[in-house]
């Protein structure tokens, strides 16, 4: 079995402020992790995944995420925020020879001028 | 530029009707899903496929059906719909890329936006 929580439904920042977006994780199996983002009135797309190799996982558009096995946990960060950032961001997880993935609620990102 | 369509794009029906929402990909995946995204649940799995012959519900199957009419085409169905599966519907696809090395990475189309009245 496998589940996710996303911690805040909805984050604000400033423009140029450090995103933090939280996820934490069950599985029992070692996990893949991913992060994708959905813009307004599009479809989800990826952001970064963790699948087991390195812990510090580097994505698009300057974000990235670090798996901590001690803390079930896959945060998202970006060091500062841009306007373009305005979106929403699920967290899912997924076990190997599973074939599918399970998602977050999500985490409506809102940036301030 | 290989893709995942659906069709339509959006759609307003009444109580009791029947719908098929379509999907298409050109990326070669084995493997199709059909999720519903209402605000605050986030995206909740109504069924799968692996292949053409592999079909298997997720966790919110009532009330829906699906066909996988070849591996690009995965359809989902409602045979009478309701106003509680007023929802934006989302069609993936994944790689199989074999045993343990699949990740299960996906791939998203554009959605649906479906209203019941």
């Known amino acids: 079995a496998q589940s996710v929580t996303q911690l805040g439904s909805h984050v604000s920042v400033s423009e140029g402020a450090l995103v933090l977006l939280r996820c934490n994780y069950s599985?029992?199996?070692?996990?893949?992790l991913f992060w994708y983002v959905q813009y307004p009135n599009q479809g989800l797309q990826l952001l970064l995944k963790?699948?087991?190799?390195?812990?510090l996982v580097k994505g698009i558009n300057g974000f990235e995420a670090e798996f901590k096995k001690s803390e079930t946990s896959f945060h998202l960060t970006k060091p500062s925020a841009h306007m373009s950032d305005a979106a929403e961001y699920f967290c899912?997880?997924?076990?190997?020879?599973?074939?599918?993935?399970?998602f977050g609620d999500g985490t409506t990102l809102t940036v301030k001028p | 530029d290989a893709d995942v369509t659906q069709t339509p794009r959006n759609r307003i029906t009444k109580t009791g009707k029947r719908i098929m929402l379509e999907c298409s990909q050109t990326?070669?995946?084995?493997?199709m899903y059909w999720y519903r995204q209402d605000p605050g649940l986030g995206l909740r799995l109504i069924y799968y496929s692996f292949d053409v012959k592999d079909i298997n519900k997720g966790e919110i199957s009532d009330g829906y059906s699906v066909s996988r009419q070849a591996q690009a085409k995965f359809s989902l169905s409602l045979e009478s719909a309701i106003p509680n599966q007023t929802a934006l519907y989302f069609c993936a696809t994944s790689a199989r890329k074999g045993g343990l090395a699949d990740n299960n990475e996906q791939f998203f189309g554009p959605g649906t936006r479906l209203t019941v009245l």
């Open positions: 599985s029992s199996v070692p996990p893949y």
């Open positions: 990326k070669g995946h084995d493997r």
């Open positions: 963790y699948t087991s190799a390195a812990t």
């Open positions: 899912a997880v997924s076990a190997a020879t599973a074939g599918k993935s399970t």
